[in-house]
């Protein structure tokens, strides 16, 4: 089945790219398809998935669909990496994805004013795009040394639960770092809701209580971990065990006070 090329389309002639922003909650970013005219049909050659958390790319996704994964740890950013391939590779993967004709169109083309303008849209797009979320600070705040929680009850127009925010101090102002939706119906914790915004959902059939999941984890030292994970280096590392352990019994007896009250309401 024939691809149908989107409406952000850059690029003349039989080779063209298309550019859209992906939300897919567990992970978001920049996505451009490399187009080529195949019997009077626009077929896609190769795909670029610029993620946060599992960047890829896709050869003939159309046909043989090899998926490669971006290492960021070798590579760095994979929208720089994508961008610089298409100025000095794109020929040579266009081959790889199956397309020989359309690869010599490309190396004989003088496409870099389509790099130069896909580049600057892709550039902007990553900024625009970014889906992020910011919620409410909680109505009971306790501090934890280089982070605080913030604990509330939210109702929501088809579910509720608990809500514990861990919040910090980044260049000076209050964000979220992480927050954990303990909802009866769709529990689910972010990794940096004002920032990547890595949404997780949780398996009910698994783990019945979310409530109950999330105070384990916060109490069995994952906490750290998942800062790190979020991009807040700094504040995993100044993380007090003493401190936090005393400030999770606050965090816990008033949420599972809440939770109570909740449903006796």
């Known amino acids: 089945m024939k ?21 897919l909650l567990s992970d978001q970013g920049v996505c451009i398809s490399v187009f080529g005219e195949v019997e009077g049909e626009d077929v896609e050659l190769l795909r670029f998935d610029c993620f946060d958390n599992e960047p890829h790319y896709h050869y003939g996704p159309e046909n043989q669909n090899e998926r490669l994964m971006l290492d960021v740890t070798t590579e760095g950013d994979s929208l720089d990496w994508v961008l610089n391939k298409f100025s000095e590779r794109l020929p040579e993967m266009i081959e790889r994805a199956g397309y020989q004709e359309l690869s010599e169109d490309a190396r004989s083309m003088d496409m870099s004013s389509s790099i ?5 849209a892709a550039r902007s797009l990553s900024v625009s795009g970014r889906k992020t979320v910011m919620h409410d600070r909680g109505d009971i705040v306790v501090e934890a040394g280089p982070i605080r929680f913030g604990v509330e009850y939210r ?34 914790y972010h990794y940096g809701p004002r920032a990547k915004n890595q949404r997780m959902y949780l398996d009910q059939t698994v ?10 984890l916060l ?6 971990p998942m800062l790190e994970k979020a991009g807040y280096l700094d504040h995993a590392s100044r993380l007090n065990p ?17 939770e109570e009250e909740a449903s006796q309401s």
């Open 116 to 120: 130069d303008e896909l580049s600057a």
């Open 219 to 224: 109490n069995g030292g994952k906490l750290g």
């Open 3 to 23: 691809k149908k090329i989107g409406v952000n389309i850059i690029g003349i002639g039989r080779i063209k790219f298309s550019l859209e922003y992906r939300d």
């Open 155 to 188: 109702h929501l127009s088809n579910d509720e639960g608990v809500a514990i925010h861990v919040l910090g101090d980044v260049n000076g102002e209050e964000i979220e770092l992480l927050t954990f939706d303990c909802f009866k119906r769709a529990p689910h």
């Open 207 to 216: 783990f019945p209580d979310s409530l109950k999941w999330t105070l384990d």
């Open 242 to 258: 003493s401190i936090l352990l005393e400030s999770m019994e606050t965090v816990s007896q008033a949420a599972l006070r809440m």
